[in-house]
């Protein structure tokens, strides 16, 4: 058996399979799979790899150190990183042919000595703040920088490849924002280009507007969340409705498995107190491993679900640092060591990460990310237990 009584089975299958569903929604963009964070918690490199296989020719990543790791770990595609602060390593991204976002003028200066110092041209993404009001250049300061960045192409420092910037409300499809952010977008393309500019792509689109509107679709598409078969607009439908299928389960053994009275208080405070003689079961996972405290079940309300040999149960109380319990019912027949799924991909009507989120008020992008690093991550392909991970899936199926 594994020493820890719980797992995130990933299924490499599933992401290849969504990456190619991207592709196909986005025909005419090149695709760049989205996946900082760990992978958005699933782990970066089987991911980036099943990602490439399912023909995204692009990775992308916020952090610089994670580009790095996507190299180190023997990848190939282009990769683009966009976020550093002074005094980053880009000298090592510009010699591991890292791509670089751009979006101020200390930025390019530091892009552009990097360059010197490897004797390496680097390629740059000028990042346009087109109204999130997050990272990039405003549009007032963006002429200097362009004229800036195309001196230095001219001197074979840097080469200007992208010009790109986000959406603030691309979770609300049809918000008149979004077109007018593109369109802030399209007049920064064509003064690049009147400065000078040979631009290989331009980009806005995340996996809400992959999912939702061709027309933000540009030269390229940067989809993080539905790689993972997660939608970013739940309020149109589950993944299906596009296609996509979840790719990380997160499932438990129970630990303790036992019998209360009625009238018992269960987990810390006792926010939950049983209706009847029952029994309960310990699942060895808390917020330590990411359960959000917030998905606790009290003031009479269920907490997360959780999937227990096909029925539909709830966390019972506080969720504690390492476990929460469950109410099994007076009739369960479940004993210690029964698996007990958290989330998954839903099939069977089994809970899902946006179930999850949800019952915690928040997104499912916050559930799968903040997964805690003492959960193993064990990698399928379609069933199949990946090489490897072949032992550890095996004994727990
Ligand atoms: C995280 C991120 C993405 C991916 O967003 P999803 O909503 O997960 O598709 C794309 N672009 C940028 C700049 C990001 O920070």
């Given at each position: 058996m594994s020493t820890f009584p719980a797992r995130a089975v990933v299924d490499l299958s599933a992401v290849r399979a969504n990456a190619r569903t991207l592709g196909d929604l986005a025909p005419t963009a090149q695709l760049m799979a989205v996946v900082k964070a760990d992978a958005y918690g699933h782990g970066l490199l089987p991911v980036a790899r099943a990602a490439v296989e399912g023909g995204a020719a692009w990775l992308g990543v916020a952090q610089v150190g994670e580009a790095l790791a996507l190299r180190a770990g023997g990848i190939t595609a282009r990769v683009l990183a966009w976020l550093y602060a002074p005094g980053a390593p880009l000298a090592e991204a510009v010699a591991a042919d890292v791509d670089l976002s751009v979006a101020a003028p200390w930025a390019l200066d530091e892009v552009a000595a990097a360059a010197r110092a490897t004797g390496r041209t680097a390629r740059i993404h000028v990042k346009v703040?087109?109204?999130?009001?997050?990272n990039g250049i405003p549009p007032a300061d963006l002429p200097a920088l362009l004229d800036a960045a195309l001196r230095l192409e001219a001197e074979g420092a840097?080469?200007?490849v992208g010009l790109w910037s986000h959406l603030a409300?691309?979770?609300?499809?049809?918000?008149?924002s979004l077109h007018a952010q593109a369109d802030a977008l399209h007049a920064a393309v064509a003064d690049a280009e009147a400065r000078g500019a040979r631009l290989e792509v331009r980009h806005i689109a995340a996996s809400a507007s992959t999912l939702?509107?061709?027309?933000?679709?540009?030269?390229l598409v940067r989809p993080g969340i539905a790689l993972y078969?997660?939608?970013?607009?739940?309020q149109l439908g589950g993944p299906e409705r596009f296609g996509l299928v979840p790719a990380m389960t997160v499932e438990a053994e129970l630990a303790t498995v036992k019998r209360l009275p009625a009238g018992h208080g269960v987990s810390y405070g006792h926010h939950y107190v049983t209706a009847q003689d029952t029994t309960v079961g310990v699942v060895p996972l808390g917020y330590a491993d990411?359960?959000?405290?917030?998905a606790s079940g009290v003031d009479g309300l269920p907490g997360a679900p959780l999937g227990v040999a096909g029925r539909r149960l709830a966390i019972a109380g506080r969720v504690c640092m390492d476990q929460v319990v469950v109410d099994?019912?007076?009739?369960a027949t479940e004993v210690a060591g029964d698996r007990v799924v958290?989330?998954?991909?839903?099939?069977?009507g089994g809970p899902t990460a946006q179930d999850w989120a949800d019952a915690a008020g928040t997104i499912s992008y916050e559930i799968v990310t903040r997964l805690g690093a003492r959960v193993p991550r064990v990698y399928v392909d379609g069933g199949r237990a990946v090489s490897g991970a072949a032992r550890v899936a095996e004994e727990v199926r």
């Open positions: 703040d087109t109204g999130l009001g997050r840097v080469r200007l409300f691309a979770d609300e499809p049809g918000h008149p939702t509107d061709p027309a933000l679709h540009l030269d078969g997660l939608t970013p607009v739940p990411g359960v959000p405290r917030h099994l019912g007076p009739d958290l989330f998954g991909t839903g099939a069977d």
